[in-house]
């Protein structure tokens, strides 16, 4: 069973820093790509940012410049770093990644549970 842990989440004031971790464990072959998405009550769950296990990156318009996601393929492990945080930021983050079971199979999707971030003014 494939399970994605966050970690790294909590209470920061506005233009202060946090270092999101999310790990994946399991039996699997590989991992496509990783992303992480947040979400607020009431609100669609959003893309923040995503990167492929090469390294190719892509960010929401609001975080480019402050947020910058890495993935360790070494312990398959991605990072969100996020800079000059805002109140805005404040959101439960949720990671995900697309995972291959075996070398033949297509990859799955899998979310973590999720992560609080929370900015104060």
């Known amino acids: 069973q494939v399970q994605l842990v966050e970690s790294g989440g909590g209470l920061v004031q506005a233009g202060g820093s946090l270092r999101l971790s999310c790990a994946a464990s399991?039996?699997?072959?590989?991992?496509?790509?990783m992303a992480w998405y947040r979400q607020t009550p009431g609100k669609q769950r959003e893309l923040v940012a995503e990167s492929t296990s090469g390294g190719v990156t892509n960010y929401a318009d609001s975080v480019k410049g402050r947020f910058s996601i890495s993935i360790d393929n070494s312990d398959d492990t991605a990072y969100l770093q996020m800079n000059s945080l805002k109140p805005e930021d404040t959101a439960a983050y949720h990671c995900y990644a697309l995972i291959k079971l075996t070398s033949w199979a297509t990859a799955y999707p899998f979310w973590g549970q999720g992560i609080q971030v929370t900015v104060s003014s």
């Open positions: 399991g039996r699997f072959f590989g991992i496509n790509s």
